[in-house]
C-alpha cells in the first residue's frame, strides 16, 4: 500500500480540517501544498476556483503538469486523470503533434486582429469529419456557440420559443440556467429574467410523446437543442430511435434541430454522436475537442442559416444580419490547435482507441463492485462512464447494469456527502474524477492505466467501508 494511505491519528476529541474523518486527514497530509493554494484562492476568487465542478471539499488538487494520461500535482502526486480537461483531451495531454503546432503558431502570434489562413484550414477540417456541416462561425467556448445557435435559430424562423431537455447541459447563458440541475419547473435562476425563461419549454427527455404534446400546445417553436447521447454525456442516456423520431417531429413542425456536440463531437465518433446515430442536425454546437484542448469553439450547419451572419448575403436578401464580434474567435494559436487534433482524428484510430479503453474500465470497475458486493454499477456509451449509486437501493447487478430500467432523478441522484468523500478517496489512491464520479478516457489510457484504477478503486471502496460510509 502506497504510504500515504497509512492510518492517520486524530486527536482526541479534535478533528482534522474540521472532520474526523480518516479519508480527509489522508488526503490532507498527501497534499499540503494545494491546501495551501486553496488557502489562498478562497480570498481571491468565489470558493476559491473558477469552474464549478472544481469544488471539492475540503479543497481541490492544484497541477502542475500533466502528460498523456496522467497528471501532477503541486506536491508531486500523480493522477490518471479521467476529467479530461473537461472532455477537452481525446488524445490526452500534451500530445506532441498538438503542442509542437501550437508552439509554432504561438511563436508567430496570438491575435492579429485580421483574418489569417488557419481559420480556413479549421474550418475544412471540420467540414471534413461532420457532413452537416456546410459553414462555420468559430466562437471562444461552448457557451457561445450554443448562444449563437439560438440567436440564428430565432432570426431565421421568426419564432421564440426554444425546447430543451431536463437535465441537459447547454452552457450558462440565460436560456440554460433552468432544468439543469434544479428550477425544473422552467422558473428563472437568479440574475435570469422571467420573459427569457418563459420562452423556454422544459420536457422530459426522451420522451416523444411530450415533445409533441409540447408541439401541439405552442406554434412558435424555433428550435430543439439536446445533447445527442443524453445529458451529461449519456449519464441519462437516450435511446437512438429517439433521436430519429425527434428529426422526424420537427420536420413535421418546421422546426430546428440543434445538436449540442461540445461533448460528444469527435468523441463519441470522429463524426460527432451525429455521425454515429446517422441522424442529420440543422445546427450542432463544438468545443473542447474541436480546438485541441485549447479555448476555442464554433457552431455550424446549414448555409442558409449561417447565412444570416453574412453581410453579402444579408444585403442581398434585404435582411438585417446578425451582430457577432468576438476578440478571440478563430484565435489562430487555438485554430493550429484544432487543425491538427482533428487531423490525428481524421486519420488515426484515436476515437475508437478511447472508446475501446472506456469499456474495458467500466467492466473493470464492476467487477471490483461486485467481488465487494458494494450495490452501485459503472455505465457509459463511447469513451465515457458515470457512477450510479442507487438511491433507491434496486437489488442490481453491476455487470448487467441497464441504465434505461431507472429514471432521470434516479440516475442523477448521489448522496452528496458520500460522493464527495468517495471523490477524496479517489484521489488519495491517485484517481481524479469529476464530481459525479464518471469522466472520459483518452487514446493514451493504458491497461496499465485501468489495471491501476481497479485497484485503487477498490482501496476506495474500502476506506469508505472503514469509516461506515457504505
Not at 483574418?115 to 456546410?134: D, N, Q, T, Y
Not at 439543469?180 to 429574467?193: E, I, K, M, Q, R
Not at 430543439?224 to 422526424?248: A, D, K
Not at 485541441?292 to 449561417?306: E, Q
Request: with cysteine.
Amino acid at each position: 500500500m502506497d504510504a500515504s494511505l497509512a492510518p492517520v491519528t486524530v486527536p482526541p476529541g479534535g478533528q482534522i480540517g474540521g472532520t474526523n474523518s480518516g479519508i480527509v486527514a489522508r488526503y490532507r497530509a498527501k497534499t499540503p501544498g494545494s491546501a495551501e493554494l486553496a488557502r489562498e484562492a478562497a480570498d481571491l476568487l468565489p470558493s476559491g476556483i473558477a469552474h464549478d465542478s472544481r469544488h471539492v471539499d475540503p479543497y481541490g488538487v492544484y497541477i502542475e503538469r500533466a502528460s498523456g494520461a496522467h497528471k501532477w500535482d503541486v506536491d508531486g502526486n500523480r493522477y490518471i486523470d479521467y476529467f479530461g480537461g473537461h472532455g477537452a483531451l481525446i488524445l490526452g495531454h500534451c500530445n506532441p503533434t498538438v503542442t509542437a503546432a501550437v508552439a509554432d503558431a504561438l511563436s508567430k502570434g496570438t491575435q492579429f486582429g485580421a483574418s489569417h489562413g488557419l481559420e480556413i484550414a479549421w474550418a475544412r477540417a471540420i467540414m471534413r469529419l461532420v457532413p452537416s456541416v456546410e459553414r462555420v462561425r468559430f466562437t471562444s467556448s461552448g457557451t457561445e456557440a450554443t448562444l449563437m445557435a439560438l440567436r440564428l435559430a430565432r432570426a431565421f424562423t421568426g419564432h421564440d420559443r426554444m425546447m430543451r431537455f431536463k437535465g441537459h447541459f447547454h452552457g450558462w447563458h440565460d436560456h440554460m440556467t433552468s432544468g439543469y440541475t434544479n428550477h425544473f419547473d422552467g422558473s428563472a435562476t437568479p440574475g435570469v429574467l422571467d420573459g427569457v425563461a418563459s420562452a423556454v419549454t422544459l420536457v422530459a427527455p426522451g420522451d416523444i410523446e411530450a415533445v409533441r404534446a409540447a408541439f401541439a400546445a405552442h406554434n412558435d417553436f424555433a428550435a430543439v437543442i439536446l445533447e445527442p447521447t443524453g445529458s451529461s454525456f449519456g449519464q441519462v442516456p437516450l435511446r437512438p430511435e429517439f433521436l430519429h423520431e425527434l428529426r422526424s417531429e420537427c420536420d413535421r413542425a418546421g422546426v430546428l434541430l440543434i445538436f449540442d456536440e461540445v461533448v460528444t463531437g469527435f468523441r463519441a465518433t470522429a463524426g460527432g454522436a451525429q455521425g454515429a446515430y446517422g441522424v442529420r442536425p440543422d445546427l450542432s454546437s463544438f468545443a473542447k475537442i474541436v480546438a485541441g484542448g485549447m479555448p476555442g469553439a464554433a457552431v455550424a450547419g446549414r448555409r442558409d442559416i449561417l447565412d444570416l451572419l453574412d453581410f453579402e448575403a444579408m444585403a442581398k436578401s434585404g435582411r438585417e444580419k446578425i451582430g457577432h464580434p468576438g476578440t478571440f474567435n478563430a484565435n489562430p494559436v487555438s485554430a493550429a490547435a484544432g487543425i491538427t487534433c482533428l487531423g490525428i482524428l481524421a486519420d488515426t484510430d484515436a476515437v475508437d482507441t478511447a472508446t475501446a479503453t472506456a469499456g474495458r474500465l467500466r467492466h473493470a470497475l464492476n467487477e471490483v463492485l461486485a467481488e465487494t458486493k458494494t450495490p452501485w454499477a459503472v455505465y457509459g456509451t463511447f469513451s465515457g462512464f458515470h457512477l450510479f449509486m442507487n438511491p433507491q437501493h434496486r437489488a442490481i447487478d453491476p455487470l448487467a447494469f441497464d441504465p434505461f430500467e431507472c429514471s432521470m432523478a434516479e440516475l442523477k441522484e448521489q448522496p452528496k456527502h458520500l460522493a464527495s468523500r468517495l471523490r477524496v478517496a479517489l484521489l488519495t489512491c491517485g484517481i481524479d474524477t469529476n464530481g459525479r464520479i464518471g469522466g472520459f478516457t483518452s487514446a493514451t489510457h493504458t491497461d496499465a492505466d485501468i489495471a491501476e484504477t481497479a485497484v485503487g478503486w477498490r482501496e476506495a471502496i474500502a476506506m469508505l467501508r472503514a469509516e461506515a460510509e457504505l
